[in-house]
């Protein structure tokens, strides 16, 4: 298993097939949340990223992974949305058919996006259904999967957000204390904790889980794979994750100081503070990360740290609700 | 006057005045818009600068240019909210107590933002108050005035915008045909244009008002200053003024292509479209440049424009409201 975790060398390679076809997100800081928590707090708003979230990073640096052979019949993808606007965004700048399976829950604004960048979409039963099964009609067809979150090659391109928020932390002349960031698959967090434990050892690298989709805490806690209860819902669609994955987790056991589980109305005030100090549309999946600074869990008074807003696919129902909740 | 007038040369020692305290705000563009247009469109979120809006840009420029005999008594200025964030951020980073007079119907968030900033806030009544009268005891008292466009050096501190998009074009390989942005005074346009001429004079700039608060298209029409009729509101309230500055119309008559007016409608369209396709959270005022887009009156067809957001300060509840209108 270990000979194939993905390491620093992977991330490196995996930012220069990225150079130039990804936004280099800036970091944000807002005196009134810097006020608020007492330390120096720089967002990486990967909002901003290509297809609104992060995930067009480890899509694209998957399939121009796979050989003209294995890449040839297409890609098909399972994914609540952003992985699937991922997927369908690199396939077509690689000119390949693409289909993606989605759950018949997902928000419609991340649907519309997928069938816009010319993706077939059929829905699943993200309670009922068996995900690999829902896709196995068209791998057997020749299309070559791309896994959401547990594949070297996903982990290192969602790796590329570490080195640059590294190297931009290095050029603002601070030290990270710690990196925090929403965990569904692990992906995000695997990736990122390769490149930032490369640069900097001591800085602790945090995630941040919905309630009762605390997968990742629990197997942290456990030393093991732990998947959910089940029986519950949440705002967070983008990672709601039944258990972490098998490398992403051998990685984040390794690598993370601990995960937080944050309540749903934690994230909508996240997303508030977002919005009215940042100036910056977060879905609830992406802010969890903010919402976490909340929780007391991470010493913060003096301390310089990275916050990571993976995500802003949000429907403007969802987001006016919230909003006006303030 | 001419002489007067802030040149490509005051915009460079702003930009170097200013390096490392603002944030070089990123180029971003949406497949989508992109697509819905015809063209390249650029976006400059000048939404994540600090106070969340471009303002703090010509208020730092401002202050550090006035001597220390002139800015030992502290600074006042009056402003609907935008100016006077930027004008309070950049007083408590000179160690200057700062008084701001404000419209009585002002946002609430930019009241609380430019108090939490330290400044004392007076109230004005925008339709019947004479600005200059509201601040002149302070001035009396021996507090500079940072005007909120009509001045070479809070000109040449907007102009730094320009500077920064045209840099960021050339680096992505790109000519701009056009470049568009609101207008309220003019301080932003006409020193966005010196940058912008000095480097391509062949790019249009273009303006984009509220409908009824078009002055400076009509004065560009006569050839003169002109006021607005009275009797209208908006919900552009960061760019309500009466009628163009005497510095800044000089420079605007000779560079800009046009004004486009629009309408409330188009404004809270346009908003749903930065939240939907860019993820950002930009106010009425600051949205009226891409609502122009759709006005027909730019020619966008195989082009590349960049728009500039100019700032994101909008409340809960108004922002809702629009975001729920979709």
Redesign the interface.
């Known amino acids: 298993m270990t000979a194939s975790l993905p390491d620093i060398a992977d991330v490196r390679d995996a930012a220069e097939r990225l150079a130039g076809l990804i936004?280099?997100?800036?970091l944000?800081e807002s005196?009134?949340l810097n006020e608020r928590f007492g330390g120096r707090i720089l967002f990486k708003?990967e909002?901003?990223q290509?297809t609104?979230s992060f995930k067009f990073r480890g899509a694209y640096n998957k399939i121009s992974s796979l050989s003209q052979e294995e890449r040839r019949g297409g890609v098909v993808a399972f994914s609540s949305g952003n992985h699937a606007q991922g997927v369908a965004?690199a396939a077509a700048m690689f000119g390949l058919k693409s289909v993606i399976a989605m759950p018949s829950d997902a928000p419609e604004?991340k649907v519309a996006?997928v069938r816009?960048?010319g993706a077939e979409v059929v829905r699943f039963d993200r309670f009922r259904d068996d995900r690999m099964a829902v896709v196995k009609p068209w791998m057997e067809q020749g299309m070559a999967l791309v896994p959401p979150f547990d594949d070297p090659a996903i982990i290192a391109g969602q790796g590329t957000i570490g080195l640059e928020l590294m190297a931009q932390a290095a050029a603002l002349g601070v030290m990270l204390d710690a990196v925090v960031m929403p965990c569904g698959g692990g992906g995000l967090s695997s990736g990122i904790s390769i490149a930032v434990k490369d640069a900097s050892p001591q800085t602790a690298v945090w995630v941040a889980e919905p309630e009762y989709f605390d997968d990742t805490r629990r197997s942290l806690v456990a030393g093991r794979r732990v998947g959910n209860e089940p029986g519950h819902d949440s705002i967070c669609d983008a990672i709601l994750t039944h258990e972490p994955g098998v490398i992403t987790f051998e990685i984040n056991r390794r690598n993370l100081a601990g995960s937080i589980a944050v309540s749903e109305e934690a994230t909508a005030a996240a997303m508030?503070d977002a919005?009215?100090c940042?100036?910056?549309?977060?879905e609830p999946g992406g802010c969890v990360g903010l919402a976490a600074l909340s929780s007391g869990e991470i010493d913060l008074a003096g301390k310089c740290v990275a916050v990571v807003l993976s995500g802003?696919?949000v429907d403007?129902?969802t987001?006016?609700?919230i909003?006006?909740a303030?």
Chains 1, 2 share one sequence.
């Open positions: 936004v280099t997100t800036p944000i005196p009134v708003p909002t901003l290509r609104g965004a604004t996006n816009r960048m508030r919005m009215a940042l100036k910056l549309v977060v802003g696919n403007f129902g987001y006016a609700r909003m006006a303030a």
